[in-house]
C-alpha cells in the first residue's frame, strides 16, 4: 500500500526483539472460552463461539464482494452487533477499516472515499431524520452495504457466506484507520497495523487489569480508538471478558444496562461523567457492579475527578493518549492525588518522551512544554500527507503531538493545554480551520474565525466569529447551523456561539490574534 512511512529496520528489530510485536492478528483478538458471553447489543446476546462463527461467514461474504487484502472499506455505523460483525470480518481478510463517527456527514465521507479510496461504504439506514442512504447514493465506492431497510444497496445481513481458506493478512499490513482529530482541515488517515494495535490493546487490557470477569460497557461510539482499544472493545475480547454496547452515554440508557448487565468498567468523556454525577441523585438503578470509570478524550478537572469514588462508588482512571498512538493511564494502584491531578503515565516502557520548547529545546524537567513521542505503537506517519508529516514529525521520528505538558518526577504526565488551532468539544475534536472554510462560504460573511470558549460540562464550546458582508443583515446563529447542514458538516462541529466584529486582531505577524478575540468572551 503506498502513502505509507515505515518503521526504520532499527526499531522494527528492537520492538519485536524486546517483545512489544507479536505475530497475533487483529482478527484474532476473540480469545474467550466458546460458550462464554462475548457480545450483549440490543436483543443480541452472543457467545463467543457465536460472535466467531458470525464474523467468520461475514468475512467470507465481503470477500464474494471481491473485497480482500489492502482493500478500505469505510464503515460508519452505530453501536451494533453489525459494527463488531463488519470490524472482525474486515480485519480477517485484510481489508482495512476506515472508522467514521455515526455524527459524519457528506463533507466528511466523501473525503475518506475519496483520500483512501474505499472499495465500500458500510452505513446504518438512517439516524433519526438523516438518511445515510441518500448520502450514499453520492459516493464513489463499488459497493454500499447498509445496516437496515438497505432500500436498492446490499443489506449487511446478506453479508453471509460460508468460511472459505483465502489469503489474509499479515502482521505488518495496515489493520484499521483510525481518524485524527483534525488541526489543519478535515481529518487525516492513521494507519495503525495489526502489530502495533494488537500491542495497544493488549498492554493496555493488562494495565487496567481487564479479564474474562471484566464486563464492559460501550457508551461513546465504538469507532472511537478510546472505545476501541484503549483497552476498549478489542482488549475486553483479549481478556475474554464481556462487551455491553449502549446507544448513548445518556444515563437513561447506561445506567438500566449497568444494572442489568452487572457492567463493571466503562470509558467515558468528561462531559458524560459530569452528568452521571449528577444524575446518581435522581436514578434508582442499581450501580453498585461498576469498579472501574476511565475518564479521556478531554482534561478531566481534579476537583470532579475526586468526586467519583465518593458519588458513583467506583475507582476512576485517567486517560489521556491520541489516535496516533502514545497512551497515558493513571495506574490502578496510584496515589489518590495522582490519579485526580495527572493525566497519566506512558502505557509503554518503550515509549519515548521529549517536553521541549518553541525551539524545539528540551525544558527544565517540571516545566511545561510541547509533548514529543515515538515508540511501538504511534504512527511514524499520517497516510498520504507528506506535507502533513514533514510539519508534523521530527527528523529522528517523533511524533509532535502539539498538547503543552508538564512531567512530574514519576513519569506522569499534566496536561496544560495545546498548541493546536483546535477545539475539544467534550472529546470531540474541531478542527478550527475545517469550519472557517465552511464559513467563509457562507454567501453573507467575509471572513471568519473560530475559537474555544471555556465551558464547565464541555470543556470548550466553539464561538464564531465572523466579519459579515452586509452590516445590517447578519444571519443568525440558526442560519449558519442551517447552512453547515447543507453543507454536510457534522453537527458536532456546528458553532455553539455567534460574534460579529467589524475587524479582527491582528498578531505582529500579521495572522488572527485568537487569543485576543476569547478575551472579549470574557
Known amino acids: 500500500m503506498d502513502g505509507l512511512t515505515p518503521w526504520p529496520a532499527d526499531l522494527e528489530a528492537r520492538y519485536k526483539a524486546e517483545g512489544y510485536w507479536s505475530?497475533?492478528?487483529?482478527g484474532g483478538v476473540l480469545r474467550g472460552d466458546p460458550g462464554r458471553l462475548?457480545?450483549?447489543?440490543?436483543?443480541?446476546?452472543?457467545?463467543?463461539?457465536?460472535?466467531d462463527a458470525r464474523a467468520a461467514r461475514a468475512a467470507a461474504g465481503f470477500a464474494r464482494l471481491g473485497i480482500g487484502r489492502g482493500d478500505r472499506v469505510v464503515v460508519q455505523l452505530p453501536n451494533t452487533t453489525g459494527f463488531i460483525v463488519t470490524f472482525l470480518a474486515l480485519v480477517r481478510i485484510g481489508a482495512a477499516p476506515v472508522l467514521a463517527l455515526p455524527?459524519?456527514?457528506?463533507?466528511?465521507?466523501?473525503?475518506l472515499c475519496e483520500l483512501s479510496e474505499a472499495r465500500a461504504y458500510v452505513c446504518a439506514d438512517r439516524d433519526g431524520d438523516?438518511?445515510?442512504?441518500?448520502?450514499?447514493?453520492t459516493l464513489p465506492v463499488d459497493h454500499v452495504i447498509v445496516e437496515g431497510d438497505a432500500e436498492e444497496f446490499t443489506p449487511l445481513a446478506s453479508i453471509d457466506a460460508d468460511p472459505v481458506d483465502a489469503p489474509g493478512p499479515v502482521p505488518s499490513d495496515v489493520?484499521?484507520?483510525l481518524l485524527s482529530g483534525g488541526t489543519t482541515g478535515l481529518p487525516k488517515l492513521i494507519p495503525r497495523t495489526h502489530r502495533d494495535y494488537v500491542y495497544n490493546l493488549e498492554a493496555s487490557a493488562e494495565v487496567c487489569g481487564f479479564t474474562r470477569d471484566t464486563v464492559y460497557l460501550v457508551v461513546l461510539p465504538a469507532a472511537h480508538n478510546f472505545a476501541l482499544a484503549c483497552p476498549g472493545i478489542l482488549g475486553v475480547f483479549a481478556a475474554g471478558g464481556t462487551v455491553v454496547l449502549a446507544p448513548s452515554g445518556s444515563p437513561d440508557e447506561a445506567f438500566p444496562l449497568i444494572e442489568r448487565e452487572r457492567a463493571t468498567v466503562c470509558a467515558v468523556v468528561p462531559p458524560i461523567a459530569l452528568l452521571w454525577l449528577d444524575a446518581v441523585n435522581w436514578s434508582d438503578e442499581d450501580l453498585s457492579s461498576l469498579e472501574l470509570l476511565q475518564v479521556g478524550g478531554a482534561k478531566f478537572a481534579a476537583e470532579r475527578a475526586a468526586e467519583v469514588p465518593d458519588v458513583l462508588g467506583c475507582q476512576v482512571q485517567q486517560v489521556f493518549g491520541m489516535a496516533e498512538g502514545l497512551l497515558n493511564y493513571t495506574r490502578l494502584d496510584d496515589l489518590r492525588d495522582l490519579v485526580e491531578r495527572t493525566q497519566g503515565r506512558p502505557l509503554s516502557p518503550a515509549d519515548e518522551i521529549r517536553i521541549v520548547d518553541e525551539d524545539g529545546k528540551k525544558v527544565v524537567p517540571g516545566e511545561v512544554g510541547e509533548l514529543l513521542t515515538r515508540?511501538?505503537?504511534?504512527?511514524?506517519?499520517?497516510?498520504?500527507?507528506?506535507?502533513?508529516?514533514?510539519?508534523?514529525?521530527?527528523?529522528?521520528g517523533f511524533y509532535r503531538t502539539g498538547d503543552l505538558v508538564r512531567r512530574l518526577p514519576s513519569g506522569h504526565l499534566v496536561v496544560e493545554g495545546r498548541e493546536k488551532d483546535q477545539i475539544n468539544r467534550g472529546g470531540d475534536k474541531i478542527s478550527a480551520e475545517e469550519l472557517e472554510n465552511h464559513l467563509l462560504a457562507h454567501p453573507a460573511v467575509h471572513d471568519a474565525a473560530v475559537v474555544g470558549v471555556p465551558d464547565p460540562m464541555m470543556g470548550e464550546r466553539t464561538c464564531a466569529f465572523l466579519i459579515i458582508r452586509d452590516a445590517e443583515k447578519p444571519p443568525a446563529l440558526a442560519d449558519i447551523k442551517e447552512f453547515l447542514r447543507t453543507r454536510g458538516v457534522a453537527a458536532y462541529k456546528f458553532p455553539d456561539r455567534l460574534e460579529t466584529a467589524d475587524a479582527f486582531p491582528r498578531t505582529p505577524v500579521g495572522k488572527i490574534s485568537k487569543k485576543a478575540l476569547a478575551a472579549r468572551l470574557g
Open 23 to 26: 505475530d497475533r492478528l487483529l
Open 38 to 51: 462475548a457480545l450483549v447489543a440490543g436483543g443480541d446476546r452472543l457467545t463467543y463461539a457465536g460472535l
Open 103 to 111: 455524527a459524519h456527514r457528506e463533507s466528511e465521507i466523501r473525503y
Open 130 to 137: 438523516f438518511d445515510y442512504r441518500a448520502m450514499a447514493r
Open 175 to 177: 489493520g484499521v484507520f
Open 375 to 396: 515508540g511501538p505503537y504511534t504512527l511514524r506517519g499520517y497516510y498520504r500527507a507528506p506535507e502533513h508529516n514533514a510539519r508534523s514529525f521530527t527528523p529522528d
